[in-house]
């Protein structure tokens, strides 16, 4: 599974994005996803997870009620819709997926990545 991000850039406090990843492979639809970010200085955190079929998803607190996960399994994508976007959602974005149905929390959960998309909230 080969996976590229895309959608990130500049925003003003208060504003969205949407981030997409699009997935090669035929077994993206059998695979959780899930998506992270990386600050500059500090580790990759999980920001959101949804299943295989997207039927469940869940979401650290820190963006909880403001980004939404979403999945297009005929097209191969999953999304991150984020909104009231804040100095502190600065960071890499990274799209992950983990063979199995359910999403996880933990990095070394995930078996396949993408490259990233830079997302910059100015203060």
């Known amino acids: 599974v080969q996976l590229v991000e895309s959608g990130g850039g500049l925003v003003q406090a208060g504003d969205s994005l949407r981030l997409s990843c699009a997935a090669s492979g035929r077994t993206f639809s059998s695979y959780a996803m899930g998506w992270f970010r990386q600050a500059p200085g500090k580790e990759r955190e999980f920001v959101a997870g949804?299943?295989?079929?997207?039927?469940?998803?869940y979401y650290a607190d820190s963006v909880k009620g403001r980004f939404t996960i979403s999945r297009d399994n005929a097209k191969n994508t999953v999304y991150l819709q984020m909104n009231s976007l804040k100095p502190e959602d600065t960071a890499v974005y990274y799209c992950?997926?983990?063979?199995?149905?359910?999403?996880?929390?933990?990095?070394?959960?995930?078996?396949?990545w993408g490259q990233g998309t830079q997302v910059t909230v100015p203060s």
């Open positions: 992950a997926c983990r063979r199995a149905r359910d999403w996880s929390t933990k990095f070394n959960d995930y078996d396949y």
């Open positions: 949804i299943s295989w079929r997207g039927g469940s998803t």
